[in-house]
């Protein structure tokens, strides 16, 4: 089980960090991802990490602002979420699988577990 945390209102260039805490098995070996979704759009990967090796993956549009971490001894990814704009506004959700391959890290089809997910509004 996913349970995201984190979303909120915030302002144009303020920062975020979500949450993404897992139970019930353990994230290693996992790839994890952290896709959102804006109103009227399809889901969107934005993020994702590689538990084991911890290579990492961004949206262009996210290059150089957000930053996906992990920490094995609590069983949790964040991504960290820098110089907001309003085109990140969305719902956020973390997603796990355990038998991903590189090609398939952006859709969303092929991951098992997905958090709740958690809103994020950014404001002009």
């Known amino acids: 089980q996913l349970q995201a945390s984190g979303g909120g209102h915030v302002q144009v260039g303020d920062s975020l960090r979500l949450s993404c805490a897992a139970s019930?098995?353990?994230?290693?070996?996992?790839?994890m991802g952290w896709f959102r979704q804006a109103p009227g759009k399809e889901r969107e990967l934005v993020s994702a990490v590689r538990w084991n090796g911890g290579n990492t993956f961004y949206a262009d549009s996210v290059k150089g602002r957000f930053t996906i971490s992990r920490d094995s001894a609590k069983n949790t990814v964040y991504l960290q979420m820098n110089s907001l704009k309003p085109e990140d506004t969305g719902v956020y959700y973390c997603?796990?699988?355990?038998?991903?391959?590189?090609?398939?890290?952006?859709?969303?089809?092929?991951?098992?577990?997905w958090g709740q997910g958690t809103l994020v509004t950014v404001s002009s």
């Open positions: 019930g098995r353990t994230l290693r070996n996992s790839v």
């Open positions: 997603a796990a699988d355990w038998n991903m391959i590189q090609s398939s890290i952006g859709m969303s089809r092929m991951y098992k577990s």
